[in-house]
């Protein structure tokens, strides 16, 4: 393999992004706390990214949502919610996930990077990205999750909210 060659995921018909996370992920899948925090939003085309192998088919994607942080005075602070990145399950350890998530982040405007959040293994997204739940102990998501498992990456941590609700960012 020379690597993952990775297009726009706007460029694949939707319905193959949809099999393909059915197949990544359990078909219950819309109902986990990921789905929640974004509900409503649509995944942001300048961020998410699909993987194909070296016969030209989809074996991977990766998408980004706005989302936003709402403080205890109601005010929302901007976040891009990383995920979820799904690799078909035969084809996961060639490398496809790690080259959706650099593709992802080194999409992001460097003059203005918004926080990234997710939820996932901090283990691998800490070592990988410095994603850590560092920061995140005070926030809450509508919906079980695991709080170890939510991640936060930031330039400037201090500029996160200490406490607050992670959800749709509504403008």
């Known amino acids: 393999m020379s690597g ?3 297009i ?16 990544a992920f359990e078909p219950g899948r819309h109902t986990r706390t990921a789905y929640k925090i974004r509900e409503g939003m649509d995944w942001l085309p300048g961020l998410s990214f699909a993987a194909l192998d070296n016969d030209g088919l989809l074996v991977g994607t990766i998408q980004c949502w706005p989302v936003a942080l709402t403080d205890p005075n ?3 602070h901007p ?16 490398g496809y996930g790690k080259a959706l998530m650099t593709a992802a982040i080194a999409a992001l405007d460097p003059r203005a990077p918004l926080p990234q959040v997710m939820i996932g293994d ?4 800490g070592r990988f990205w410095g994603f850590s739940a560092e920061q995140t102990g005070g926030w809450t998501v509508p919906g079980p999750y695991e709080k170890h498992r939510l991640l936060v990456r ?3 941590p ?8 992670l959800g749709p960012w509504r403008r």
């Open 8 to 23: 726009p995921l706007d460029a694949v018909d939707p319905a193959m992004v949809e099999e393909l996370l059915d197949r």
């Open 158 to 165: 201090a500029v996160l909210p200490a406490v607050g609700e």
């Open 74 to 76: 109601g005010r929302a």
């Open 79 to 94: 976040m891009i919610m990383v995920g979820p990145v799904a690799v078909l399950p035969d084809q996961q350890g060639g």
């Open 4 to 6: 993952p060659n990775l």
């Open 154 to 156: 930031c330039d400037n």
């Open 122 to 125: 901090p283990e691998y997204y």
